[in-house]
């Protein structure tokens, strides 16, 4: 005979979850609440069986607080939210689940992933630039469009926590740049035309919105290479005298 279904209030299974029944190991002696915390729970019988976990030679797991959830990597007890864990997307599940491990950890191990395999990453970073030219160039076209203002704002503060370095840059693949814009060389030529067509005071307007910052620059330019600019005027002058006294006779 089958049982009758019996539905249970919202109050009664309050009760439940507060006062949760008891049951007695039957290989330690010990009495513990009935849930899977303390003993494993049988699906094909559906009820929790003999003997509890720690008999079977495993741990209480502590469960987490209503809400929250634990990090399987700094045993952390944090938020059951986005904010803590990372929501993963499987193909095999609709709407997906948090992540097992914190954020924190997750980067924690991210960056030392990334410092014991740099050669690696480097290598693999090329050949995906290599394969993925085209689309990476829209991207970043598209991503400047969209707030140029940002991206020469990021550019400046990279350069100066970086001095020196894109000249550096630039003089180990001088070559390289050589080729690409002899190659390229009309249609750099029309592109120049057709952008300063467009702006025909740029190059006016933007030495007056500027003309502060290139003094200053300017300077700092012929302080740090003062020996350099001397010689190459004593030269310039000289070849000039002797063009103009060739020039008369």
């Known amino acids: ?76 007890e944090l938020p059951k939210t986005e904010e803590y864990f990372r929501l993963v997307h499987p193909k095999d599940h609709k709407n997906g689940y948090l992540c097992s491990v914190c954020r924190s950890c997750r980067k924690e191990y991210a960056k030392k992933y990334s410092e014991e395999n740099a050669d690696r990453l480097k290598m693999l970073g090329k050949i995906y630039v290599r394969e993925h030219r085209k689309e990476i160039s829209a991207k970043q076209k598209e991503r400047y469009h969209k707030n140029p203002e940002a991206f020469r704002e990021r550019m400046r503060k990279w350069a100066k926590k970086n001095p020196g370095k894109n000249h550096e840059y630039y003089e180990n693949n001088k070559q390289y740049y050589k080729d690409y814009w002899a190659a390229r060389k009309e249609e750099k030529s029309a592109y120049q035309k057709e952008y300063f067509k467009n702006r025909p005071n740029y190059h006016r307007n933007w030495y007056a919105a500027n003309k502060e910052r290139m003094k200053s620059k300017n300077k700092e330019r012929y302080e740090s290479k003062k020996e350099y600019y001397k010689e190459y005027y004593k030269k310039y002058y000289q070849t000039r005298k002797e063009n103009k006294e060739n020039s008369c006779i």
């Open 1 to 76: 005979m089958k049982q009758a279904d019996i539905t249970i209030t919202l109050a009664e299974e309050e009760f439940i979850a507060e006062h949760p029944i008891w049951k007695t190991c039957n290989k330690c002696g010990r009495s513990f609440p009935q849930t899977k915390q303390y003993f494993y729970f049988r699906k094909d019988k559906n009820l929790f069986v003999h003997p509890c976990k720690e008999c079977r030679g495993q741990t209480f797991k502590i469960l987490p607080r209503e809400g929250y959830k634990f990090c399987s990597t700094c045993k952390s």
